[in-house]
C-alpha cells in the first residue's frame, strides 16, 4: 500500500470524526506497520475513467464503479487485473 493511499484514510478518518486529528500521525504508524509485510494495489474510479477516455468512451463514476466491482468479483488471480482487464469490461457501446 502506497503512503499517499495510508495518508488519505488518516485524513477522511479525521474529517469524519473518526478520529481526533491529534492522532493522525499515530494512525499513520499503526498502518505503517500493517502494510510493512503485506502489499496492495489500487485501482479507482478515476484510472477507469481515464483508460475509458483513452478509447473514446465516456463513462460515469458509478459505471466505473460497477466496473472496479465486476473486476474484483471475477479477476484471474493468475493474470492480476491489468489495462486489459479493465477494456473488457467497458460498456461496448458508448
Known sequence: MYEHHLKDMIELLAKKKVIKPEMQDAALGVLKGYWEDK??????????????????????????????????????????????????NLPQTQ
Open 39 to 88: 502489499i496492495a494495489v489500487v485501482w479507482g474510479a478515476e484510472d477507469v475513467i481515464d483508460y475509458a477516455k483513452q478509447q473514446k468512451k465516456r463513462i460515469s463514476k458509478a459505471t466505473a464503479n460497477e466496473i472496479l466491482q465486476e473486476m474484483l468479483r471475477h479477476h484471474d488471480c493468475e493474470y492480476g487485473i491489468t489495462w486489459d482487464t479493465i477494456n473488457a
